[in-house]
C-alpha cells in the first residue's frame, strides 16, 4: 500500500515558515526569530509573548488551475505571513517592524534564488513572488505593538493529490 506525500502546497507553506525560523543577525538579518516565534496558523496577537513573532497560512489561489497536455497541474496558491514585533529599548515598534518585514522579503527572495538548495522556495515551486505588504495602520500602537501581513505569491505544478 502507498501513502500520499504531503501535498507540494504544504511543503512550500512549511519551507516558508522554516525560512523564517533560520532569520538570524549571525546570517545578516536584523533580528533573530527562531522556531519557537514561528507557527503554522494563527494566533491572537495579545497572546503572542515574544517577538518578532510570525505566523503562515494559505489564502485563496491567485489564479485558476492551468491544464498541461501531459497530465499536469499547475496551482496558484497564496501564501499569507503576518509579522509582529514590539517596541524595545531604543527602537519603537515601527521601526522595528520595518526591519522585521525587510528580513522576511530578503529570507524568502534568497529561498527562491538558483543554487538555494535542495528543498528550497526555488525547487519546490515553479515561481515564490513576494507581494503586497499591509502594515496594521497603528492599530497596536497602544500595545507598543506593530504588525504587517505579506502576501507571498507561487505557483506549484503536479498530479492532482500532489498538489
Known amino acids: 500500500m502507498s501513502y500520499p506525500t504531503i501535498p507540494k502546497t504544504l511543503q512550500v507553506l512549511d519551507r516558508i515558515l522554516s525560512v523564517l525560523a533560520a532569520i538570524s543577525p549571525v546570517n545578516g538579518y536584523f533580528y533573530p526569530v527562531g522556531t519557537d516565534n514561528v507557527l503554522r496558523g494563527l494566533k491572537g496577537w495579545d497572546e503572542i509573548t515574544d517577538f518578532p513573532f510570525d505566523m503562515g497560512y494559505l489564502g485563496p489561489e491567485h489564479q485558476d488551475p492551468e491544464f498541461e497536455m501531459d497530465g499536469i497541474v499547475k496551482k496558484f ?11 524595545e529599548s531604543e527602537e519603537d515598534s515601527i521601526t522595528r517592524i520595518v526591519k522585521h518585514l525587510a528580513d522576511v522579503q530578503k529570507a524568502i527572495n534568497a529561498d527562491t ?16 513572488r513576494i507581494g503586497r505588504a499591509e502594515m496594521d495602520n497603528g492599530i497596536l500602537a497602544g500595545e507598543g505593538k ?14 492532482w493529490g500532489e498538489l
Open 113 to 128: 534564488q538558483p543554487g538555494a538548495g535542495a528543498g528550497s522556495l526555488g525547487v519546490l515551486a515553479h515561481y515564490c
Open 77 to 87: 496558491p497564496t501564501y499569507y505571513i503576518e509579522g509582529y514585533a514590539n517596541a
Open 146 to 159: 506593530a504588525a504587517f501581513r505579506l502576501t507571498v505569491n507561487a505557483c506549484v505544478s503536479g498530479a
